[in-house]
């Protein structure tokens, strides 16, 4: 912020700016100022001195006609001698007597100068002539005496450009001291502007107490301030859980590996009887599954993550088709479990990713069928509704990054244009139920309500995370109703695609 710093960028100083500004205003009201002043002073003078000539003229005139002698005459010449040019001229324009040379026959006739001619007219005649270098003005002033003879006073004064001329060095220094004085005072000025502009605390812009004019720039600063924030704690907050999920990865993958190596240096090392040999291969297939399991659905997470899915072209899906699918594929862990699934309702379509949709089902049959009991059911209905209320992310605990990513998914544009209507899937099952304070938490990665038997019904820990991605993904919503005891009911609701 420093005016130092700006200038070194080439950029306007606010200094030289004020300074210009100011400056350019005051010289031209210096100017202005010295030519009507001078204007005003001058032409009042000028008439000034003509009624003052004037009157003297009447004051000799009065006193040569009172006497007019000759002795008069001396007298007036005395009087006047050295301030102005006394000329005495006869009623034919001869020149009787003139001041300013000893020999006044050798003037020419003055008759028909302007002020003698209006003085035969009218007794009296003021005019001022400029002289001929423009350098001074005369002012004469004549008055007919009885006689017929006419007085006549003249008196050279300064010509306005002369006058003018004698003003300019004043006014020199006037302005010189006015630049002088408008650096300072811009320079103090700027100063004083500045000086909380400097004191600023960016970090509070909205807590500065300065120039109102400021307020939008400070509003709009705590803005990007408060956006920036906002995305450096998402990133922070996407970092960690990156490292926290591949710390669960790694341990994840270590738990299957140890087994499996452990079993296969006893059969390495001949430990293992040939009798049992099928069932520690069993083993080992076991725990390879599971690691298989894992690696799969990590993929499909930083699939997700990553908007992977957004390559592929939202295509119209048949919800029911892709259960019937699912539940099919899930039918010899059901028959194992003797758990009977069904799945029933209309073929209604959303529009989206094939695979994603497959890899929801299938998660939550599989979930309905593992976390049950040998007689239990699991159902899963398709319908298609009006929807209560749009769909709204933001209550479901959807991060910034989650939400702009499904904005520009593949799957939004249709979805906005798709009718109010949804398809809702609704898997209910008949297993223990979960308590409603861990409805939230069942959907991060790698929670399990109970380690060892998610682990021994070959959980991955993973599989609720992708439905609820993919169910976001989908701009869909997700619901859990569950009592412990009862059962749990999973809702999905997904817009419908308008084409069938
Ligand atoms: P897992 O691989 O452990 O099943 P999930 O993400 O699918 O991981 O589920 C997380 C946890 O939620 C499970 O460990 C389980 O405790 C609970 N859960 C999921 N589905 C059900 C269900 N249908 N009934 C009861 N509990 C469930």
């Known amino acids: ?147 017929g003879s006419i007085v006549r006073l003249a008196e050279t004064r300064e010509s306005l450009l002369s006058f003018a001329g004698s003003l300019v060095a004043p006014i020199a220094a006037s302005l010189a001291a006015a630049v002088l004085l408008v650096l300072l005072l811009s320079r103090a000025l ?109 993929l499909t997470l930083s699939r997700l993550d990553e908007t992977a899915f957004e390559g592929d072209a939202a295509v119209p899906v048949d919800v029911l088709t892709v259960a019937e699918r699912m539940a099919s594929r899930l039918e010899a862990l059901a028959g194992e479990r003797a758990v009977v699934v069904s799945v029933g309702g209309v073929h209604a379509f959303m529009l989206g990713s094939e695979t994603l949709v497959e890899e929801m089902l299938y998660n939550l049959i599989e979930n309905g069928i593992r976390y049950n009991h040998a007689g239990g059911s699991v159902e899963v209905s398709v319908s298609e509704e009006e929807a209560a209320h749009p769909f709204a992310h933001a209550d479901r605990g959807l991060s910034p990054q989650q939400a702009s990513q499904m904005l520009h998914g593949q799957a939004s544009a249709q979805a906005v244009a798709a009718s109010q209507r949804q398809v809702v899937v609704r898997a209910r099952d008949t297993g223990p139920g979960i308590p409603s304070d861990k409805h939230e938490k069942i959907f991060e990665r790698f929670y399990r309500m109970e380690k060892s038997r998610s682990k021994e019904t070959g959980g ?41």
């Open 1 to 147: 912020m420093a005016l130092g710093s700006a200038r070194n960028r080439g950029m306007r100083s606010l200094s030289s700016k004020i300074f210009r500004t100011v400056l350019a205003f005051t010289l031209a009201v210096i100017v202005v100022m010295s030519l009507v002043l001078t204007g005003i002073y001058y032409f009042s003078a000028e008439r000034d001195g003509e009624a003052r000539l004037m009157a003297q003229a009447r004051d000799a005139a009065a006193y040569l006609n009172d006497s007019p002698s000759d002795s008069n005459v001396e007298v007036m010449k005395d009087q006047f001698a050295g301030l102005v040019r006394f000329t005495l001229i006869d009623a034919e324009g001869n020149v009787l007597y003139d001041s300013s040379t000893p020999d006044p026959s050798a003037l020419e006739n003055h008759g028909d100068r302007p002020e003698i001619a209006a003085a035969e007219q009218a007794g009296t005649g003021a005019v001022t002539r400029f002289s001929d270098t423009l350098r001074t003005d005369t002012v004469y002033a004549a008055v007919l005496l009885d006689d």
């Open 460 to 500: 991955t820990g993973l599989g609720l995370a992708i439905v609820k991605h993919a169910v976001l993904y989908h701009n869909g919503t997700i619901e859990v109703q569950s009592e412990v005891g009862k059962g749990t009911t999973f809702v999905l609701r997904f817009p419908a695609a308008s084409s069938r």
């Open 190 to 298: 700027t100063r004083r502007i500045m000086k909380p502009i400097d004191a600023l605390d960016f970090s509070r812009p909205l807590d500065n107490d300065i120039y109102e004019e400021m307020n939008p720039l400070l509003v709009r600063i705590d803005e990007q301030q408060r956006q920036l924030k906002a995305q450096n704690e998402e990133l922070a907050r996407a970092e960690s859980m990156r490292r926290d999920f591949s710390a669960n990865v790694s341990h994840e993958m270590k738990t299957p590996l140890q087994v499996i190596s452990g079993y296969a240096e006893l059969m390495r090392g001949g430990l293992v009887p040939p009798e049992d040999t099928p069932k520690f291969a069993g083993l080992i297939y076991d725990e390879s599954q599971a690691m298989r399991s894992l690696i799969n659905d990590v």
